[in-house]
């Protein structure tokens, strides 16, 4: 199964910018779905973002045009750009994968693999 390590998070102003990274342990043949979920404490897990694997993204309503998701397939790499973030995007960000799945999905129950997360703090 495939391994995803995220980094980046951190604590920032409201107004700032954060890149996520989420590093994945083995090159994905397409087809894949691969997306970004975050959940606050005593919240669902929320899905932000979506790609598959012809590079086209979805996003949730409440992050649409302030998270970026890109894609580097010759360094295994994802990265999620936080642009004027807001209190309420306080969470904890994980990277999820479904290899050999043509399509983007913000439901988790749609995925496979699953990182350990990395810590989002925004102050008002």
């Known amino acids: 199964q495939v391994q995803l390590v995220e980094s980046g998070g951190g604590s920032v102003q409201a107004g700032g910018s954060l890149r996520l990274s989420c590093l994945v342990s083995?090159?994905?043949?397409?087809?894949?779905?691969m997306g970004w979920f975050r959940q606050a404490p005593g919240k669902e897990r929320e899905g932000v973002a979506s790609?598959?694997?012809?590079?086209?993204?979805l996003y949730g309503d409440s992050v649409r045009g302030r998270f970026t998701f890109s894609q580097d397939n010759a360094k295994n790499t994802l990265w999620l750009q936080i642009d004027s973030l807001k209190p309420e995007d306080s969470a904890m960000y994980y990277c999820?994968?479904?290899?050999?799945?043509?399509?983007?999905?913000?439901?988790?129950?749609?995925?496979?693999?699953w990182g350990q997360g990395t810590q989002v703090t925004v102050s008002s």
């Open positions: 999820a994968a479904r290899p050999g799945y043509f399509g983007y999905s913000l439901n988790p129950d749609r995925y496979t693999s």
């Open positions: 083995e090159y994905i043949r397409s087809p894949y779905q």
């Open positions: 790609i598959r694997s012809d590079g086209t993204t």
